[in-house]
């Protein structure tokens, strides 16, 4: 398991790519505080949330002996119309961690989650008949298409795709269609563990080795059934299920980190594990939870 390194996110820290009340940590802070817990990498960040000028981008990843791996783009892909806008945004982030000197980074591209009112409010609980018509799945995977083109043309770098809650690929059906309907050489998968229970995916182990031949990146997010249950019953959105703990700490829910661990291992898995807890900004203790989740993958052999 070594070769699996180990990284967090500053969703973790309640830097989220939602528009939010609530003042969120500098990122000099979140970057000190990644270190300080025992994680070797994270992930950009709202753009602007760190430099965007490439020197000092690299300069403040370097100086805590981290790694940049990725970077969360979201595009309402469902929308033709916002395809050209979102490709130009993604050129613009890989562009970004290119010139940094992270040409390995990834992609990272989702719907636009939490801007669809009736998925924000379903999160979690999305029925048959909440589902698109298919034809725009196809328009969906297009786009996906399309960005990740452009990305690897012009930087040679790698998009994944991020199924997510409160968005229009939140389903294990969703999440079949997606990697149906786009190129295997252009898009790999983001698998998130917890993302995916929320989507209403049983078994996160099972969904990994089904999926594993487009896994490219993998998200370790817990999910806590008890709050899932309580937002059920309360109709909770889907920030109102974050702010209630439904993402909670490593090892207190329910995902089965140790036998996906194992089955990462099993099969050579080289890339990262990126730990994220979402808290909204000014949620919780981020640090202490960090460094639980941190303390609890290392008792799993992590």
């Not at 609530?22 to 070797?40: C, H, K, N, P, S």
């Not at 291992?265 to 639980?292: F, T």
């Amino acid at each position: 398991m070594k070769k699996i390194k180990i990284a967090n996110a500053p969703c973790s820290w309640g830097v989220l790519e939602f528009e939010l009340e609530g003042e969120a940590m500098g990122y000099q802070q979140v970057l000190d505080e990644i270190a300080a817990t025992g994680y070797a990498g994270t992930e950009l960040g709202d753009w602007g949330f760190m430099p965007t000028d490439p020197g000092q981008l690299r300069a403040a990843i370097q100086q805590r002996n981290l790694e940049l791996l990725g970077a969360f783009v979201p595009v309402a892909l469902s929308d033709e119309s916002a395809h050209a806008e979102g490709i130009e945004r993604a050129l613009k982030t890989a562009g970004l961690m290119h010139g940094a000197g992270y040409a390995d980074a990834f992609i990272v591209l989702a719907d636009n989650n939490g801007t669809v009112p009736e998925r924000t409010r379903n999160a979690g609980r999305v029925q048959a008949g909440q589902l698109l018509p298919l034809a725009q799945y196809k328009t969906i995977a297009k786009g996906a298409d399309a960005l990740a083109l452009a990305v690897k043309e012009k930087y040679g770098m790698r998009t994944v795709f991020h199924h997510h809650g409160a968005g229009y690929v939140e389903t294990p059906q969703e999440i079949d269609w997606l990697l149906e309907f786009t190129d295997p050489q252009l898009v790999g998968l983001c698998f998130d563990t917890g993302h995916y229970r929320l989507g209403g995916g049983a078994d996160p182990l099972a969904a990994l080795e089904k999926y594993y031949s487009r896994v490219w990146h993998v998200h370790f997010k817990d999910f806590n059934p008890e709050v899932a249950m309580m937002s059920a019953v309360n109709n909770w959105d889907y920030f109102e299920s974050v702010r209630n703990g439904i993402f909670c700490e490593l090892g207190k829910g329910d995902v089965p980190f140790e036998a996906i661990s194992k089955f990462l291992d099993s099969r050579n898995y080289e890339g990262w594990i990126v730990v994220e807890q979402d808290v909204l900004p000014g949620m919780g203790a981020p640090k202490v939870c960090a460094q639980h989740n941190r303390d609890f993958l290392k008792s799993i052999g992590l």
